[in-house]
């Protein structure tokens, strides 16, 4: 995303953006963030509807974020909407890793009972595949399409 959209989006000036990101600069390495040339600003300008050069200044170029970039951004600015953006970005993370925790317990616990019992759960394994197959027949065959008298 360009500087100017992610400074709408994050409801401050660009002019802010660009100043966080020069005071926070060794946030933000060349897979963060990079800036467009005058090659790659007109083929973008031809391409999308943007805001006018007047706005911005002939010489300036603008600075594109991928999304670790856009990330970065949203834990060094101050508006509220990029503090509240920060806050979800943390509270996702935290959830995903929870959620990998508990695959990672469960796995360890079939692991010790698959040693416990010197056997593997193969069978249990059969019956998971074939109620997954079953549930996936009549799925398939719901919404197959209709032949026939149509209404």
Same mark, same amino acid.
């Given at each position: 995303?360009?500087?100017?959209?992610l400074?709408e989006?994050?409801?401050?000036e660009?002019r802010v953006?660009n100043?966080?990101?020069?005071?926070?600069?060794?946030r933000?390495?060349?897979?963060?963030m990079?800036q467009l040339?005058a090659?790659?600003?007109?083929?973008?300008?031809?391409?999308?509807?943007m805001?006018?050069r !007047?706005?911005?200044?002939?010489?300036y170029l603008?600075f594109?974020f991928?999304?670790?970039?856009?990330?970065m951004?949203?834990?060094?600015?101050?508006s509220?909407?990029?503090i509240?953006?920060?806050?979800?970005?943390?509270?996702?993370?935290?959830a995903?890793?929870?959620i990998t925790?508990n695959?990672?317990e469960?796995a360890t616990?079939?692991?010790?009972?698959? !040693? !416990?019992?010197?056997?593997r759960?193969?069978?249990?394994?059969k019956?998971?595949?074939?109620?997954?197959?079953?549930?996936?027949?009549r799925?398939?065959?719901?919404?197959?399409?209709?032949?026939?008298f149509?209404k």
């Amino acid at each position: 995303m360009l500087d100017f959209d992610l400074a709408e989006m994050y409801e401050v000036e660009t002019r802010v953006l660009n100043q966080a990101v020069k005071r926070n600069i060794d946030r933000f390495p060349k897979d963060f963030m990079f800036q467009l040339n005058a090659k790659e600003l007109e083929n973008n300008s031809s391409q999308f509807v943007m805001s006018s050069r !007047k706005h911005r200044g002939k010489v300036y170029l603008p600075f594109a974020f991928t999304e670790h970039g856009v990330t970065m951004l949203a834990s060094i600015l101050k508006s509220e909407k990029a503090i509240r953006m920060n806050i979800a970005i943390v509270k996702a993370f935290i959830a995903l890793r929870r959620i990998t925790l508990n695959y990672g317990e469960i796995a360890t616990k079939i692991s010790r009972l698959e !040693k !416990k019992y010197n056997k593997r759960f193969s069978d249990i394994y059969k019956a998971l595949d074939l109620l997954f197959e079953e549930k996936q027949g009549r799925e398939e065959w719901e919404e197959r399409e209709r032949i026939g008298f149509k209404k």
